[in-house]
């Protein structure tokens, strides 16, 4: 198996480079280490599907597609857990496929759609005119709910503007990503913390 570097992967997606084999997207990440956000919002789905349309590899270009969906869920989902529902489209949509339910063409073509719903969702807290932190207060009000009215959601947000201002310890990614340490790494940056 081949490692690839964001920047092999953009030139993938954009046709100036063929890759060798079945590839794994970051796959030894230390623990600790800061996650890379994937920014399929840069991708060409069109340029992306005309390529994959003529691709003789085309399990392995669903398969790079798949893990990049996959890290990119995990990233949005530790920022907002209100978000489980793509999880849960995805892991169903694989489980399709697995099953002889739909063919790779399909898969390919449903792990497009996603991923541009993935694109919505990262770029909603603007159209909402909110942080990430506020949207995902939002979401745990208003999620599963009733349809609200334009003032109702107005409202809401204000609500969770105050609620957010009021967390002076809201953690950051970055200490939501050491929580992943193993203790052995925690223990091992505190006592060099120390010394």
């Not at 992967?9 to 996650?35: N, R």
Request: charged share 35%; net charge negative; proline share 5%.
């Amino acid at each position: 198996m081949t490692t690839i570097s964001t920047r092999m992967l953009a030139k993938w997606f954009h046709g100036e480079y063929q890759m060798p084999d079945p590839i794994i997207a970051d796959p030894h990440v230390e623990p600790g280490a800061k996650a890379k956000t994937v920014d399929l919002s840069q991708v060409d789905f069109a340029v992306l599907e005309k390529k994959f349309a003529k691709s003789k590899t085309k399990n392995i270009e669903a398969q790079q597609l798949r893990a990049l969906i996959e890290r990119k869920l995990d990233n949005m989902i530790r920022m907002n857990a209100s978000r489980y529902d793509f999880l849960d489209r995805f892991q169903k949509m694989i489980e399709e496929y697995n099953n002889g339910a739909m063919s790779i063409e399909q898969l390919f073509e449903e792990l497009v759609n996603i991923s541009k719903d993935l694109n919505e969702e990262e770029q909603r807290h603007v159209r909402e005119n909110v942080s990430e932190e506020q949207l995902a207060i939002f979401g745990i009000l208003t999620r599963p709910g009733p349809d609200l009215d334009p003032k109702e959601i107005e409202s809401i947000k204000k609500v969770c503007k105050e609620l957010a201002g009021s967390f002076p310890d809201f953690p950051t990614n970055d200490e939501i990503e050491a929580l992943d340490q193993p203790q052995e790494e925690k223990m091992r940056k505190l006592w060099n913390r120390k010394s």
